[in-house]
């Protein structure tokens, strides 16, 4: 079945250094979308790619789809203490329609 | 709008035991989905649907039953309880795109299981 990983698992970084996650798919994706999780609560879309080579920036958060729609990634500039929870890709592969399926996160931790 | 709601919030069961996990949307949402989160494991899939009488099974469906008589609900059946099921369950609704793939999921504030 599809797999989707993602790297790092955790990572800490003092506040105002950069972050980035990657994630991996074992499949073509239809789409990605990245969701956030704060501690004890419920993920949280943040953005949608569709198109092949996509990029989309959110004030410091920056977005990328890879041209083979296999992989993507997050890259926050200047981390904040309220940048800090779980950050997970997600998406159906190719075909797969509703059928999603969610990376295994990456957990941020900031240190102020 | 209530979004998309879950109850209860907290359940402990004991082994063998079923019960039934409840989801609501008011969003008027084809798409509903239930997920199970472990440590370490991301969120699986365990169940799906995208519209009233139409289920399919995720990535771990076995233990568990779902159906989908209106659109607005979408209740998780746990039909004999396991330790491996304790996880904090989460179900989320969306629109499906006309020409596939998927659109932004809306999650409930979901339901923490403890099997003993």
């Known amino acids: ?112 | 709008n209530a979004g998309v709601t879950q109850t209860p919030k907290f359940q402990v069961l004991k082994t063998g035991q079923s019960m039934t996990l409840q989801c609501a949307q008011d969003m008027n949402h084809e798409y509903m989905s239930w997920y199970r989160q472990d440590p370490g494991m991301g969120l699986r899939l365990i169940h799906y649907s995208v519209g009233a009488g139409i289920t399919d099974q995720g990535e771990v469906p076995n233990g568990y039953n779902v159906s989908r008589s209106t659109t607005e609900d979408f209740p998780l059946r746990l039909l004999s309880a396991a330790p491996s099921q304790t996880s904090v369950y989460f179900c989320a609704s969306s629109y499906v795109p006309p020409k596939g793939g998927s659109n932004e999921q809306f999650f409930g504030p979901g339901t923490r299981l403890t099997v003993l």
Not at chain 1, 1 to 7: A, D, E, F, H
Not at chain 1, 28 to 57: A, C, D, M
Not at chain 1, 84 to 108: D, E, H, I, M, S
């Open chain 1, 1 to 112: 079945g599809q797999q989707v990983m993602q790297i790092p698992q955790y990572q800490h970084v003092q506040e105002g250094e950069d972050f980035t996650t990657y994630c991996n798919s074992s499949t073509t994706l239809s789409n990605i979308q990245w969701y956030k999780q704060r501690p004890g609560g419920h993920p949280v879309f943040l953005i949608q790619l569709v198109k092949s080579g996509e990029v989309k920036k959110q004030k410091r958060l920056t977005f990328q789809f890879g041209e083979a729609k296999k992989n993507s990634s997050l890259h926050i500039t200047a981390t904040q203490t309220t940048d800090v929870g779980t950050y997970f890709c997600a998406g159906p592969r190719v075909g797969g329609y509703q059928k999603v399926t969610f990376g295994t996160g990456t957990k941020l931790q900031v240190i102020p």
